[in-house]
């Protein structure tokens, strides 16, 4: 079954840039309809979506946050990178990756308004 | 930039049926989705595409969304049910979640 698994930095220094990889199982991001998000969590509070990457390279970013994100893909690797400029300490989170649900037909796939399937998430803290 | 508002808390006895609710301007006009997350837990899909459920997910389970507001239902609710929900719908191709809203099976 599909599998999404986040890894990176435990911890970083305010104005640092933080750099998370989103290593993922069972589909291919090369597939037509494929996409992958990635949401954030501060300890105690909501989910907050951050920035999203579909097969064809198409990328979405928070207009709140979209001068700080850059979201990139490694089809070959399976591999979905994040990386946020000027780190500080509000950015403390969970960081999670996420796949975005689809159904699949005659060799297409095509998304669903929905992640299915989420990583075990990352905690990032942002201190000096 | 679009908002979606929860209430912070919904208290139900076990074995009753409770209703959770997310507002919207015109979210009836969106497709809303649900996530259950549980301390220390990533978040689990349980309504999708306003009232579908994935896979794995009980019946009990069901959700609806019409005018502003879109409402997920538990029948039965037990005490595995109690956790933190949050909706979530697209907006100009970019993802919204509402606040989250803290179930309480009492």
């Known amino acids: 079954q599909i599998t999404l698994k986040e890894s990176g930095p435990t911890l970083v220094k305010p104005t640092q840039t933080l750099t998370l990889t989103c290593t993922f199982s069972?589909?291919?991001?090369?597939?037509?309809?494929?996409?992958v998000g990635w949401i954030r969590q501060p300890p105690g509070k909501a989910l907050e979506w951050l920035a999203l990457?579909?097969?064809?390279?198409?990328?979405r970013y928070s207009p709140s946050l979209k001068s700080r994100l850059t979201i990139t893909k490694d089809t070959s690797k399976n591999q979905v990178v994040l990386t946020m400029t000027n780190m500080d300490p509000v950015d403390t989170a969970t960081y999670y990756c996420?796949?975005?649900?689809?159904?699949?037909?005659?060799?297409?796939?095509?998304?669903?308004?929905?992640?299915?399937?989420w990583g075990q998430g990352t905690m990032v803290t942002v201190s000096s | 930039s679009y908002e979606l508002t929860q209430p912070l808390s919904v208290s139900v006895s076990p074995g009753q049926t409770a209703s959770i609710t997310c507002s919207g301007d015109?979210?009836?006009?969106?497709?809303a989705c649900w996530y259950q997350q549980k301390p220390g837990q990533s978040p689990v899909l349980v309504i999708y595409?306003?009232?579908k459920r994935p896979s794995g997910i009980p019946e009990r389970f069901s959700g609806s969304n019409s005018g502003n507001t879109a409402t997920l239902t538990i029948s039965g609710t037990q005490a595995m049910d109690e956790a933190d929900y949050y909706c979530?719908?697209?907006?100009?191709?970019?993802?919204?979640f509402g606040g989250g809203t803290k179930l309480t099976v009492l």
């Open positions: 996420a796949h975005r649900k689809t159904y699949c037909s005659s060799g297409s796939c095509y998304p669903y308004d929905a992640f299915d399937i």
């Open positions: 069972w589909f291919s991001l090369s597939t037509s309809g494929v996409g």
């Open positions: 990457i579909y097969w064809d390279d198409d990328k």
């Open positions: 015109k979210l009836g006009d969106k497709y």
């Open positions: 595409q306003d009232n």
């Open positions: 979530q719908a697209w907006d100009s191709s970019t993802v919204v």
